[in-house]
């Protein structure tokens, strides 16, 4: 859908006047750090249709970006004066996002909508956002994610996190079926709901998503993941980027589980368990040859997924699916075991609930 065309429905569908959920009671919120190289692109995007967005307020948390970031918004606030650049002295994403709400939300808003600067958004996201919450009436909307890159790795790398190997089933990963969650991407909240359960934890660099979730749900706010519209999210450009992208999310998620006193899922102990086998199969492989039972079957699966890749992107390219499927695994693993054995993790997490 066009932006012209969603204008005109707007006009025309009573459900997108302002009296159903009105432009102006919306807060939009992108927490930025170092993000010169996506920072315009997601912000162009995110505008359209340009009549309905220049009454949301948009508020760019940037956590003292070096980058130039901070100099693109300021050219942008010229097109678009409902821009706001606000400092994030806390740097991370949860502070940034939290601060924005603090700072620069009225009394009058009513939606907190939550962006992500790698991503990019279809024309109309924030208004079918602002018809799916006035519709469902929830705590929360959560939306789909599709993975996209422009480089060879990028393709392949975002071909496999979109399959169950990648993700795990995670519904919001490439799903395409509206219903009630636990957990998904983060889009709109009742701005009301998100102060009562007290916004993100601003010590969370990673997984505060997750972690916001089970506090909302554990206070009776209900997630609806909609099928009303969806985001591309750009994929990390090196394997190197992937792999600490995905150790901190596995970093991330360990400190989650282990501040609310809960077991890990199926899915999230598949790529633990992985990283355990192939740890014990390094010293065993010099004693006996079954050591090297699990990395060559492991190897296999990594193999089969590129090869796969090639034919279905019919481009030598799909050969970084393997590694890139490799290093989700590994990094996240990793990190979740890291995090998981931490004294220091042990005492904060003591200190949380004691």
Not at 16 to 29: E, K, Q, R, S
Request: some cysteine.
């Amino acid at each position: 859908m066009t932006a012209e065309t969603l204008n005109n429905t707007w006009a025309a569908d009573p459900e997108f006047a302002p009296g159903a959920v009105d432009p102006a009671d919306i807060l939009v919120v992108l927490p930025a750090l170092n993000e010169a190289s996506h920072i315009e692109a997601c912000l162009r995007s995110l505008m359209r249709p340009e009549r309905w967005m220049s009454q949301c307020r948009i508020v760019v948390a940037d956590g003292g970006s070096d980058d130039g970031t901070q100099r693109i918004v300021e050219r942008l606030r010229h097109r678009y004066p409902n821009l706001h650049l606000l400092d994030n002295p806390g740097r991370l994403q949860s502070a940034g996002v939290n601060a924005a709400v603090e700072e620069l939300s009225e009394p009058h808003h009513k939606l907190l909508v939550r962006c992500d600067v790698h991503a990019v958004y279809p024309d109309g996201y924030v208004m079918a956002l602002a018809r799916e919450y006035a519709r469902v009436k929830v705590a929360s909307v959560v939306t789909s994610m599709d993975a996209t890159g422009q480089g060879g790795f990028q393709k392949a790398a975002a071909w496999i996190v979109d399959t169950p190997l990648g993700s795990g089933g995670s519904a919001h990963r490439g799903g395409q079926k509206a219903q009630f969650v636990d957990h998904g991407h983060h889009a709109a909240f009742d701005i009301a709901w998100f102060q009562r359960v007290g916004g993100y934890d601003p010590a969370f660099s990673h997984n505060e998503d997750a972690e916001f979730d089970m506090r909302l749900v554990k206070s009776g706010g209900k997630i609806w993941l909609t099928d009303q519209t969806r985001i591309s999210y750009i994929m990390r450009p090196t394997l190197s980027a992937l792999w600490r992208q995905y150790s901190n999310y596995g970093h991330g998620r360990a400190s989650t589980l282990r501040k609310h006193h809960t077991r890990p899922r199926l899915r999230q102990l598949v790529p633990v368990l992985n990283t355990l086998l192939l740890l014990a199969s390094l010293p065993a492989m010099f004693f006996t040859p079954f050591g090297l039972i699990w990395p060559v079957l492991y190897g296999g699966v990594l193999l089969s997924t590129s090869l796969v890749a090639v034919l279905l992107l019919r481009s030598m390219e799909g050969l970084w699916a393997g590694p890139a499927l490799g290093a989700m695994h590994t990094a996240w693993g990793l990190g979740f075991l890291r995090r998981s054995l931490s004294v220091s993790e042990l005492r904060t997490a003591h200190a949380q609930t004691g």
